[in-house]
């Protein structure tokens, strides 16, 4: 499977706890968005990455959420201290470098966390 | 601030009919459109992207128009089918060099057997 991929696909934690998401790209795509959907809505941009640089952070990003990217392949999106309206599905897509193509994303399935 | 609505937020039609729905944006400054789709619990599929300079895309049962003048755009589903049914998100590209996506809340779509 050549598709964006997220691990984990559902994780529960308790309201205080931190979790960690992963996102791995399709590879050679460049780009690399983190976006948040709740129940109902459709999906708010988060972050966005280019090779290793982020290069935007939504003001829905709080101080206790925190991205990386660090060698420009996977992206890491952290929770700190989480709470529970941070319950929603945390969605990733990644696009290719090329002219014409750059504005392609291709999501991968999501990871829905509930916390309690 | 660019916003994107959609409606209806939810339509139950029979199989067979054929459907429209609709999407509006407050800004026409838009790299291009897209729509998606989203099986419950599931990701997003890309069904049709329209540039800024195209007036309608299809692909299949699908058919997408675009007017950005009026900020509008409409997503055409002939002979529906219930296999059809899922969510429908459309999203606008700024004409941003991040290319971020500005979403609408979706059409809940149930088609009927």
């Known amino acids: 499977d050549t598709g964006v991929s997220q691990d984990p696909r559902h994780k529960i934690t308790k309201r205080g706890q931190n979790v960690t998401f992963r996102c791995d790209p399709i590879?050679?795509?460049?780009?690399l968005y983190w976006y948040r959907q709740t129940l109902g809505q459709g999906p708010e941009f988060l972050t966005y990455f280019q090779n290793e640089a982020q290069l935007e952070k939504s003001r829905l990003l709080s101080d206790r959420f925190s991205a990386e990217r660090p060698k420009g392949s996977f992206s890491t999106l952290e929770i700190q201290r989480t709470e529970q309206g941070d319950s929603a599905m945390y969605l990733c897509?990644?696009?290719?470098?090329?002219?014409?193509?750059?504005?392609?994303?291709?999501f991968g399935p999501g990871t829905r966390l509930l916390v309690l | 601030k660019q916003e994107v609505t959609q409606i209806p937020a939810a339509l139950s039609v029979p199989e067979g009919e054929n459907l429209v729905l609709n999407c509006s944006f407050t800004d026409s400054a838009i790299y291009n459109l897209q729509w998606f789709r989203q099986d419950p619990g599931k990701g997003l599929t890309s069904l049709l992207l329209?540039?800024?300079s195209q007036r309608e895309q299809t692909s299949g049962r699908l058919n997408a128009s675009l007017d950005k003048s009026s900020g509008r755009s409409t997503l055409y589903i002939a002979a529906s089918q219930p296999g059809d049914s899922a969510t429908y998100l459309c999203?606008?590209?700024?004409?941003?060099?991040?290319?971020?996506?500005?979403w609408g809340a979706g059409t809940k779509l149930i088609i009927k057997p």
């Open positions: 999203a606008v590209n700024l004409a941003n060099s991040n290319y971020q996506l500005i």
């Open positions: 590879s050679e795509h460049n780009r």
């Open positions: 897509a990644s696009s290719p470098p090329w002219l014409g193509a750059a504005e392609t994303q291709y």
């Open positions: 329209i540039q800024s």
